[in-house]
C-alpha cells in the first residue's frame, strides 16, 4: 500500500543552522507530496506542497523538491529560527479517494 | 469561512463509556476522512468517505464506526471506550483544488 518514510526524530540545530529533513514515499500512481507542520498545542498547517515531478514547493524559507527518480521529497532550510522548534510530517496523496498517508513526524527542535 | 468544524475539543470516557465526534465541513467536498494522532505514529486513517452514503475502512478502523449523515457531516463514533484509544482525532476534508487539506482543529480524547 501508499506509504511514507521519513528522518527519525527528535532532530536539535542551534539558531541559523541548515536543516534537513528527509522523506520518501511510494511510487503508486502519481501522487501529490505535502509538508505540514504542527507547532505545540496546535493542530496541523500545510507548509509545503508540489504536484507533479520536479514541482518546488516553497513557504517561510521551507523548499522541498518533488524528485521522482528518487522518490523522494526532502525538506530543507537554510538558517533555522527558534521559531520554526515544531513537528513536521511529509505526506502524499493519491488515489480515486485523495487519502492522505503520512510520515510519523519528525520533531524539530531549536535552540537559541 | 470555508473550514472543518469539529466537537468536541476535549473529552474524558472512562472504559465502555460511548461518544460520537462530530465533524461538519463547507468545502463542498465529497471527500472526508478521519484520522487519530499518536506519538511516534504520525496520522493514521481510521475510516474515510468517498461521498456521501458511502464509508470505508482505514488502517486502523477496529472500534470504531462511522456515518456519513449527508455530504457535509461525517461523524466518529466510539460504541465502547477503551483506553488505546486514547488520541487527539482530526477530521479532514480536501480542499476545492484537491491539492491542499482542510483540517479540523483537533479532538483530545483520554480514555481512563
Known amino acids: 500500500g501508499d506509504s511514507v518514510t521519513q528522518m527519525e526524530g527528535p532532530v536539535t540545530l542551534s539558531e541559523e543552522a541548515f536543516l534537513t529533513i528527509n522523506c520518501t514515499y511510494t511510487?503508486?500512481?502519481?501522487?501529490?507530496l505535502f509538508w505540514y507542520v504542527q507547532y505545540p498545542g496546535e493542530g496541523l498547517q500545510l507548509l509545503l506542497k508540489a504536484t507533479k515531478a520536479d514541482d518546488k514547493g516553497s513557504n517561510k524559507g521551507f523548499e522541498a523538491t518533488y524528485r521522482k527518480e528518487t522518490t523522494s521529497f526532502h525538506l530543507e532550510k537554510g538558517s533555522v529560527q527558534v521559531s520554526d522548534s515544531a513537528v513536521y510530517f511529509c505526506?502524499?496523496?493519491?488515489?480515486?479517494?485523495?487519502?492522505?498517508?503520512f510520515g510519523k513526524g519528525t520533531l524539530l527542535t531549536v535552540n537559541p | 469561512n470555508a473550514g472543518v468544524t469539529q466537537t468536541p475539543k476535549f473529552q474524558v470516557l472512562k472504559t465502555g463509556q460511548s461518544m460520537t465526534l462530530q465533524c461538519a465541513q463547507d468545502?463542498?467536498?465529497?471527500?472526508m476522512y478521519w484520522y487519530r494522532q499518536d506519538p511516534g505514529m504520525g496520522l493514521r486513517l481510521i475510516y474515510y468517505?468517498?461521498?456521501?452514503?458511502?464509508?470505508d475502512k482505514g488502517e486502523v478502523p477496529n472500534g470504531y464506526n462511522v456515518s456519513r449523515l449527508n455530504k457535509r457531516e461525517f461523524s466518529l463514533r466510539l460504541e465502547s471506550a477503551a483506553p488505546s484509544q486514547t488520541s487527539v482525532y482530526f477530521c479532514?476534508?480536501?480542499?476545492?483544488?484537491?491539492?491542499?487539506?482542510?483540517f479540523g482543529s483537533g479532538t483530545r480524547l483520554t480514555v481512563v
Open positions: 479532514v476534508t480536501p480542499g476545492q483544488n484537491i491539492v491542499g487539506y482542510t
Open positions: 468545502m463542498n467536498h465529497n471527500s
Open positions: 505526506a502524499r496523496s493519491g488515489g480515486s479517494n485523495y487519502k492522505l498517508t
Open positions: 468517505s468517498a461521498s456521501e452514503g458511502t464509508t
Open positions: 511510487a503508486t500512481g502519481y501522487p501529490s
